[in-house]
Nanobody
Framework: QVQLVESGGGLVQAGDSLTLSCAASRRTFITTAMGWFRQAPGKEREFVAAIRWSSGGTYYADSVKGRFTISSDNAKNTVYLQMNSLKPEDTAVYYC??????????????????WGQGTQVTVSS
């Protein structure tokens, strides 16, 4: 069974940067694509960004395009989410997810089979 462990969350001020990490216990067919989602209190989980291990292809939600960058380190089985120019509305629990990459871009929750436990990001104004 694949496990995903997120880290790097915290409390920052508006305009600051933060990098989240997601370490996969191993690479399998259900981690062909990796994604980041977030869920703010009282709101539904929403897609943030996705990447394919093999091609490095990426896809972003419009709300984060130009501010966030998703990347991967194949040797470390780790995916990163670099978040710049953070805004208070970016405050949420951020989840890492692994999927088969059958549907690309994979921006729906049901495109993913395995999820991490989440890491809190709080942006103060």
């Amino acid at each position: 069974q694949v496990q995903l462990v997120e880290s790097g969350g915290g409390l920052v001020q508006a305009g600051d940067s933060l990098t989240l990490s997601c370490a996969a216990s191993r690479r399998t067919f259900i981690t062909t694509a990796m994604g980041w989602f977030r869920q703010a209190p009282g709101k539904e989980r929403e897609f943030v960004a996705a990447i394919r291990w093999s091609s490095g292809g990426t896809y972003y939600a419009d709300s984060v395009k130009g501010r966030f960058t998703i990347s991967s380190d194949n040797a470390k089985n780790t995916v990163y989410l670099q978040m710049n120019s953070l805004k208070p509305e970016d405050t949420a629990v951020y989840y890492c997810a692994g999927g088969r990459g059958i549907n690309w871009p994979s921006f729906r929750s049901y495109h993913y089979d395995v999820w991490g436990q989440g890491t809190q990001v709080t942006v103060s104004s």
